[in-house]
Nanobody, 115 residues
Framework: QLQLVESGGGLVQPGGSLRLSCAASGSFFSMYVMNWYRQAPGKQRELVATITSGGSTNYADSVKGRFTISRDNAKNTVYLQMNSLKPDDTAVYYC?????????WGQGTQVTVSS
């Protein structure tokens, strides 16, 4: 059973930065794609960034050039570095891993961008 725990959220001013972390417990973390999603109030959950087992990355258009996803397989951890934050980035951020027909989610971490 895979468990994912996010951390690093908080309140930040527009233009600021945060780094989110997602620590995974369980085996074979490095073999699977990791995703970061976010969900703002009243909106659907959206995919923000993806990183493959080989380190290839993909981003939503809304965060390209501002967010960077990375992973440390030795620590079973995936990161999301968020720079130049905007009020529209305010959301609960979730990490996710899909293994076959099972999808695993963390509990989420709140990011609020406000002056």
């Amino acid at each position: 059973q895979l468990q994912l725990v996010e951390s690093g959220g908080g309140l930040v001013q527009p233009g600021g930065s945060l780094r989110l972390s997602c620590a995974a417990s369980g085996s074979f973390f490095s073999m699977y794609v990791m995703n970061w999603y976010r969900q703002a109030p009243g909106k659907q959950r959206e995919l923000v960034a993806t990183i493959t087992s080989g380190g290839s990355t993909n981003y939503a258009d809304s965060v390209k050039g501002r967010f960077t996803i990375s992973r440390d397989n030795a620590k079973n951890t995936v990161y999301l570095q968020m720079n130049s934050l905007k009020p529209d980035d305010t959301a609960v951020y979730y990490c996710n891993q899909i293994r076959g027909k099972y999808g695993y989610w963390g509990q989420g971490t709140q990011v609020t961008v406000s002056s």
